[in-house]
């Protein structure tokens, strides 16, 4: 079954420096989707990219996808405190709607 | 617009006990999804709702847990009898249905609500 993965870091960045983390699957995907768990809090969405879309942007949020290689990255730039959280990738595959999450990247922002 | 909400925010019971979770998604989203995420393990999908139906329960991990989705509005998931395992963090998330006539359905962006915290002791 298809999965995300996350590149299994910690990232702890200064403040208004950038942050990227990546992210594999393993099958064919309709979409990839970012999601943002504060400390004790639910999963806030970010930002979906659909498979025949290599790069989309959001904020200070950069999203591509590399379909030939399986992979996503999650670019955050000009991070600030308030970015401090778990993020996870998520992907469905074509006619499924379970969404495959990842283990989840820690990005600590320090002021 | 109110998010997906759900209740309770955290459960402390003990083993063999019977614990209902409860989750209301945004008004209008027939589709209603039950995920779980136990200690130091992935975000697991459990199953998924299309109005009152269970059109995918191929994620529950057994039949100690019945999901239920009367009416198609909000959902309950029970646990019954609760065991040390099932311990972790129980989110709800519900999306829309595409529009009439598409040919394919498919996936949408998914809202989470902030999860039910279980412990069983």
């Known amino acids: 079954s298809q999965q995300g993965e996350e590149d299994p870091q910690a990232l702890s960045i200064q403040e208004g420096e950038n942050a990227t983390m990546n992210c594999s699957y393993k099958t064919s995907i309709n979409n990839l989707q970012w999601y943002r768990q504060n400390s004790g809090r639910g999963l806030v969405h970010l930002i979906l990219?659909?498979?025949?879309?290599r790069e989309k942007h959001s904020g200070r949020l950069r999203v591509t996808l590399d379909t030939s290689k399986k992979s996503s990255s999650l670019l955050i730039t000009a991070s600030r405190a308030a970015d401090t959280a778990s993020y996870f990738c998520a992907t469905d595959a074509y006619g499924n709607n379970r969404l495959a999450f990842g283990k989840g990247n820690q990005v600590v922002v320090i002021p | 617009e109110a998010g997906v909400t759900q209740f309770p925010s955290h459960s402390v019971i003990e083993k063999g006990q019977t614990v209902t979770l409860r989750c209301d998604p945004i008004?209008?989203?027939?589709?209603l999804y039950w995920y779980r995420r136990v200690m130091g393990k992935e975000i697991k999908f459990l199953l998924h709702?299309?109005?009152?139906?269970?059109?995918?329960e191929s994620g529950m991990p057994n039949n100690r847990f019945l999901a239920e989705r009367t009416g198609g509005t909000y959902s309950t998931l029970k646990v019954q009898p609760a065991e040390l395992e099932d311990s972790g963090v129980y989110f709800c998330?519900?999306?829309?249905?595409?529009?009439?006539?598409?040919?394919?359905?498919?996936?949408?962006?998914?809202?989470f609500g902030p999860g039910t915290r279980l412990l069983v002791l």
């Open positions: 709702f299309v109005k009152e139906s269970k059109q995918d």
């Open positions: 990219i659909r498979s025949n879309e």
């Open positions: 008004s209008g989203h027939d589709n």
């Open positions: 998330a519900s999306s829309p249905s595409p529009g009439q006539g598409a040919a394919v359905f498919l996936a949408d962006e998914q809202f």
